[in-house]
């Protein structure tokens, strides 16, 4: 069964670049699967951030395309999230998943990153 | 990718039936046949309930049922029960590799 843990700072500066890196056990990141990001602000909804073949081929959401990079390690089995220019806006929950087709159907725990000086 | 459209709330006293709404456009929910259901507790990650519109991963009970019609797709939970009250998000492929979640309904069970 395929595990995924998210690892990385849990506070970042205003301004700053949030680094997260989302660990995958149990499955080969080569495996020919898509690996995407999604958050989610307190209280609020989920949201796509953008995804990554095994191959590297990446994909974000319109709105983030110019702050956000997704990158994949397949010697370490991991891929990993930077967003530039961090806001309280992007105060959230960053949870890494798996694609299974076209839907995700495995989700890490999540980390709590919070934008606060 | 626009967030779809889903009530903030649902409710329904145990036995009942409820309908969840996932309203999106022709670029997404009304042009694929890849909406997927979450069900997310309080502080945890969502989990999967139904893909491709009206699919069901393995244990997930066949209370839970999906189907579409334009551009609004919907989740029914029959036979509700206390457990069934959580957070759910539909989601939809937009294309271009792309995705969108909806704005999530919290499910009542009264």
């Known amino acids: 069964q395929v595990q995924l843990q998210e690892s990385g700072p849990r506070l970042v500066n205003p301004s700053g670049t949030l680094s997260l890196t989302c660990g995958v056990s149990?499955?080969?990141?080569?495996?020919?699967?898509?690996w995407s990001w999604v958050r989610q602000p307190p209280g609020e909804g989920l949201e796509w951030i953008g995804q990554?073949?095994?191959?590297?081929?990446?994909d974000y959401k319109t709105s983030l395309n110019s702050r956000v990079t997704i990158s994949v390690d397949k010697s370490k089995n991991e891929f990993s999230l930077k967003i530039i220019s961090m806001t309280a806006a992007d105060t959230a929950v960053y949870y890494c998943?798996?694609?299974?087709?076209?839907?995700?159907?495995?989700w890490g725990q999540g980390t709590l990153v919070t934008v606060s000086s | 990718q626009s967030a779809l459209t889903q009530p903030p709330s649902a409710s329904g006293s145990p036995g009942q039936s409820v309908t969840i709404s996932c309203t999106g456009t022709?670029?997404?929910?009304?042009?694929?046949?890849?909406v997927s259901w979450y069900q997310q507790y309080p502080g945890k990650a969502p989990k999967v309930i139904i893909y491709?519109?009206?699919k069901r991963p393995s244990g997930v009970p066949d209370r839970f049922s999906g189907s579409t019609s334009g551009n609004t797709a919907s989740l029914t939970v029959s036979g509700l029960q206390a457990e069934d009250e959580a957070d759910y998000y539909c989601?939809?492929?937009?294309?271009?590799?792309?995705?969108?979640f909806g704005t999530g309904t919290k499910l009542t069970v009264l």
């Open positions: 989601c939809s492929y937009a294309g271009r590799n792309r995705y969108a």
């Open positions: 149990g499955a080969s990141i080569s495996s020919g699967s898509y």
């Open positions: 491709d519109v009206n």
């Open positions: 998943v798996r694609h299974g087709g076209f839907h995700f159907d495995s």
């Open positions: 022709s670029s997404d929910v009304g042009n694929y046949d890849y």
């Open positions: 990554i073949s095994d191959d590297g081929y990446t």
